[in-house]
């Protein structure tokens, strides 16, 4: 009777305790990770988009930025953050400073930028990337795959010779590895990488604005290290203007909206094009 | 109730004492002034005086919410596990003091596919591999050889050095990397170019054990410190 009577109480406490921690209800789980039923493109697809949309910003960059600022004298480095040099980053580094800003942000999307041939060592390509390189230099087609180390989508595309500057650069570099790039050829490879095979629209927009916010930051970068400068003769004006017209330099929100301008059609008409959203 | 056996008062005595007990423990303990109680271990070189907090933040929900979560999690019924009383301490928290725009190695660039070999080795993807907390030092590594598990291959045109990278690589002196290459890029000093003018590897490793800093006492970058760290949070907050 007396064991029945614990029995009892025990149970009691038991479910109470339950109930009472029940009814706290959870902590809210991390929103970043879609239901099943949201998933709306494929991650090869959200990768591809982005990819273009890189391929816009480092044409814009080195074209309007590089190519038409070095013609009005002003300098582009790789220790362009170093307090001596009074320059800016080049393209490959414009890269590394999106990259490096989207990881702070809550966007799990990994970008890198490789080469068989690669200015600074630790560019180079090993391995399986090694290995999918030469099936992109041969083909400029996109290699979409699974890490299975990492658990992560990877896709990689080609990075071409799109303008003079990054030739001329990359052969004149005191430590280039290779000095007959020319126009078109297939210098490197960017690398994406993301953690689940298909994507949200809310998702997807996400990346999209990750990258964007991570140009911003790194040109914001830039235009903070103009500040710095310690000849103003050497500032150039930053305002609407492009360095094709002078010596200017457009402010972040002007060389934004132009990569805006350039690329979000094609975004648009895969965001609207969803699954999703088209059944809606 | 005492009448019935004797014995009742002494587990009676006992309980008031063990709960009297668990009370002071539950209310001191957490106190400032007794930090150093709770504390692993010294905390590590320039986070001396940082309160347990700055880094232990409180973890999201109360104990109760914490606890349903968890036994969730354990029955499969939500995917991710709740931080229990603080937060995890990761890479972001370290970062909320120490991001630099110029980091030569940030943690990030290591998770790049390519790094998978170097970082099975050591884990440079994580700022605690190197830096582990509680351990009143500044790295946490034996040795500072790290160099060779990214840079086996380094070709070096156009050597500054009296002593060329390759005799260096050759003959595996990777001891001598640190003596003239900061590792995270952050202070403001010149490289020598000969040999006999690089920091002396013993000061090299006393830097490392948390001594006096051999590069240089210029830095391009401070960190912020604990009350800078905090006007940020509540600066932020406000904004969100």
């Excluded at chain 1, 990488?193 to 604005?209: C, H, R, T, W």
């Amino acid at each position: 009777m007396k064991t029945l009577k614990t029995k009892g109480i025990l149970f009691l406490s038991l479910a109470i305790s339950s109930l009472i921690i029940q009814s706290c209800g959870g902590v809210p789980e991390d929103t970043s990770i879609s239901a099943p039923s949201d998933k709306a493109f494929a991650v090869a697809e959200v990768l591809t988009l982005i990819a273009e949309e890189n391929d816009i910003t480092r044409t814009l960059y080195t074209k309007g930025i590089v190519g038409a600022g070095k013609k009005q004298g002003l300098k582009f480095d790789e220790d362009w953050q170093d307090d001596e040099i009074e320059a800016g980053p080049l393209p490959a580094l414009f890269l590394r400073g999106i990259s490096s800003d989207i990881r702070k942000s809550d966007v799990p999307l990994g970008l890198y930028l490789g080469s068989d041939f690669p200015i600074n060592a630790s560019n180079k390509f090993q391995g399986k990337q090694a290995e999918l390189f030469e099936k992109i230099k041969s083909t400029e087609k996109p290699q979409h795959f699974y890490e299975e180390d990492q658990k992560l989508y990877t896709s990689m595309f080609a990075d071409l010779a799109v303008a003079a500057p990054c030739v001329n650069c990359h052969n004149d570099h005191k430590n280039t590895t290779k000095t007959d790039w020319k126009l078109g050829d297939v210098m490197g490879a960017t690398t994406w990488q993301y953690p689940s095979d298909s994507l949200s629209v809310k998702e997807a927009i996400g990346v999209i604005n990750a990258y964007r916010n991570g140009t911003k930051a790194i040109y914001n970068a830039y235009l903070e290290e103009i500040a710095g400068f310690k000849i103003d003769s050497t500032k150039p004006q930053i305002g609407d203007k492009w360095p094709s017209k002078g010596f200017y330099l457009p402010t972040a929100e002007v060389f934004i909206d132009s990569v805006r301008q350039l690329a979000s059609y094609k975004s648009l008409e895969l965001l609207l094009g969803s699954k999703s959203v088209a059944s809606n | 109730m005492f009448n019935k056996n004797p014995l009742r008062k002494r587990q009676y005595i006992g309980s008031l004492i063990g709960i009297a007990i668990g009370i002071l423990i539950y209310v001191l303990l957490p106190l400032k002034q007794n930090e150093d109680f709770l504390s692993l271990g010294p905390l590590n070189t320039g986070h001396e005086g940082l309160s347990c907090n700055a880094c232990h933040t409180d973890a999201k929900g109360n104990l109760l919410q914490q606890l349903q979560s968890n036994i969730s999690y354990t029955f499969g019924l939500r995917k991710t596990k709740a931080d229990f009383g603080t937060e995890n301490v990761d890479n972001k928290k370290c970062l909320e003091c120490h991001d630099r725009p110029n980091d030569r190695h940030p943690t990030h660039r290591f998770l790049e596919p390519k790094f998978k070999d170097a970082i099975a080795n050591i884990n440079a993807t994580e700022c605690e591999t190197c830096h582990k907390e509680h351990n009143g030092t500044r790295i946490v590594l034996k040795e500072a050889t790290f160099c060779v598990n990214c840079h086996y291959d380094l070709e070096v045109k156009n050597d500054p050095i009296d002593t060329p990278h390759a005799t260096l690589i050759a003959n595996e002196q990777w001891s001598t990397c640190l003596q003239c290459h900061d590792f995270h890029g952050n202070h403001i000093y010149s490289v020598a170019e000969k040999m006999k003018d690089t920091i002396p590897l013993k000061q090299i490793q006393e830097y490392l054990k948390g001594g006096k800093d051999p590069f240089s006492s210029k830095k391009k970058h401070l960190p912020l410190s604990e009350e800078e760290w905090l006007k940020m949070k509540q600066k932020y907050s406000k904004t969100k």
